[in-house]
């Protein structure tokens, strides 16, 4: 038994327990024990946690699943993708979104006609509130020549979507810039095709009769930052590579490691809020460490954004209350990854661009239509002999590389005769044609030099040709340094021109890429 003192203490620490429990039950009640600050709030101490909303931020998920009309196409991890995104951002103890301003649509809702709605709801909202956009499904080029995001009842014939059944790139544009939100995160994981399994040792597994998409194209995404104030874009991989997925697994690779991000994991705190920067750079580090780690294979997630676009928190950190806007100072010292930073002005010109060729239905050939190596059939590219079109050559696209370092083929062995036919946009510069045509279509056809060079040097990696993969590393950020270049773009791809044919004495393999840079 213990003193007088202690039973004193004890019996004063009960009365004080009573006491302050009475006074909780009356502040925190009203009427016949209504509570104040709802159900889940009874006691007045936690209304702090109460307070630890994301108010200003509005979401919408997408997570396709399944198409009606054609099951090959069904991914279920995307599904499991937007139900992981949805779980996280309602999470009042992670990033604070109320749950009526999150809206999901998946598998039978996620139709395109739904997808419109829902992206023309977001114009509701007000220039200080944050959209946090995801779609986790297939893209795909249409019988119009436009890019299109996937619906569960689009359909597809012959490789290409039918117009109109699912989103096309005109309209996402459209919809986008109706949305007065100035902090805006659009996330695209839309080339879920690489399916994967734990023991495959960096194989993948062989669906030859599954049609497979494409990633939303780079002037797409340049594009959409034009589409309003404060866009920035994240993409689940590179033009020419795939998002995995390992078999039955919950989600897909990026999904799960955005998830893991914004749920803090490996993310600095910025005045309570999670920055969409360092969202990225854990993202790509993570996402390209795991699949190099498990599978000895390429995924780099990219981020596309406008030149000194300012610091956006796109969430709560851990559920902690936020402690004022974010400033350059809580700017990331260095920005890893793949970033492609554009211009205003650039932006403006894609946008413009992208808008008009939709309505007159000729992207393929200004567009870099066949971005994705892995998929459709090789694009037919036209060539300008003075005034003359000449189209039917097969463009170099898919089949530039093979996937083993294999004999090159016939036709793209330098003969002169084929010179100029193999990229998809190249074009001669005829004396009579308009200058602006022929600056679009080079920066088109430098583009597809980038993604054939990251191509070659995936597959050098691949074939464990480590020296043959740092010389193509060095060409390919040679060419994407030339691409944002303005004064000094012509040097850059001479020098990336001399380190090819230098290249091309170790190994001939290379020349097909030397003779596609040689027409910019």
């Not at 990225?280 to 780690?293: E, I, L, M």
Request: proline letters at 3%.
């Amino acid at each position: 038994m213990g003193s007088p003192a202690s039973f004193v203490l004890t019996t004063l620490a009960v009365i004080y327990s009573v006491w302050i429990q009475t006074i909780c039950d009356k502040l925190c009640t009203k009427g016949a024990g209504e509570p104040v600050y709802g159900a889940n709030y009874r006691h007045f101490l936690n209304f702090r946690e109460a307070s630890m909303i994301f108010k200003q931020g509005y979401a919408l998920v997408i997570g396709v699943g399944s198409y009606q009309h054609d099951p090959r196409l069904n991914v279920p991890s995307t599904v499991g993708d937007a139900n992981a995104v949805v779980e996280v951002l309602r999470d009042p103890s992670r990033c604070g979104y109320l749950r009526e301003q999150v809206t999901t649509l998946t598998e039978v809702n996620a139709t395109r006609e739904k997808i419109i709605g829902a992206l023309n709801s977001l114009a509701a909202t007000k220039p200080e509130n944050t959209v946090f956009i995801f779609y986790s499904g297939h893209g795909y080029y249409g019988d119009d020549n436009a890019f299109y995001l996937t619906a569960h009842d689009t359909e597809i014939e012959n490789g290409k979507v039918i117009k109109r059944s699912g989103v096309r790139q005109d309209e996402l544009l459209t919809y986008i810039k109706a949305i007065p939100a100035r902090r805006m995160l659009l996330v695209f994981n839309a080339c879920n095709v690489g399916e994967l399994t734990p023991t495959s040792l960096g194989t993948e597994s062989k669906h030859d009769d599954r049609p497979t998409g494409q990633n939303l194209p780079d002037e797409v995404a340049g594009a959409l930052l034009s589409a309003g104030e404060g866009r920035i874009i994240v993409t689940a991989c590179r033009a020419t590579q795939r998002s995995y997925f390992v078999q039955n697994a919950p989600t897909t690779l990026f999904a799960q490691r955005l998830v893991d991000g914004l749920k803090g994991d490996g993310i600095r705190r910025r005045k309570g809020a999670i920055a969409v920067f360092d969202l990225y750079n854990y993202v790509y580090d993570t996402v390209s460490s795991d699949t190099r780690r498990m599978f000895d294979i390429i995924q780099e997630p990219e981020l596309t954004v406008i030149k000194a676009v300012g610091i956006m928190g796109i969430a709560l950190y851990q559920g902690q209350s936020l402690e004022g806007d974010l400033q350059d100072t809580d700017r990331p010292a260095s920005l890893g990854g793949v970033v492609r930073d554009l211009n205003e002005e650039q932006s403006r010109e894609l946008f413009q661009k992208v808008v008009t060729l939709s309505s007159e239905s000729v992207g393929r050939d200004m567009i870099s239509a066949n971005r994705d190596y892995y998929a459709g059939p090789l694009a037919k590219a036209n060539t300008v002999k003075g005034n003359q079109v000449v189209a039917g050559h097969d463009a170099a696209g898919k089949d530039m590389f093979k996937t083993s370092w294999g004999t090159r083929p016939d036709s793209m062995a330098g003969n002169e005769s084929t010179k100029g036919q193999h990229a998809t946009e190249s074009v001669s510069r005829s004396p009579n044609s308009q200058r602006t045509y022929f600056e679009v279509t080079n920066d088109v056809t430098l583009r597809k030099a980038v993604d054939e060079a990251r191509d070659a040097q995936h597959q050098a990696h691949e074939a464990k040709l480590g020296s043959i993969e740092r010389s193509l590393r060095d060409v390919a950020e040679t060419l994407e340094d030339a691409l944002q270049a303005s004064t000094k773009r012509q040097q850059l791809i001479e020098r990336a021109q001399r380190n090819l044919e230098e290249l091309a004495q170790e190994d001939s393999r290379v020349q097909p890429l030397s003779e596609l840079i040689r027409q910019i």
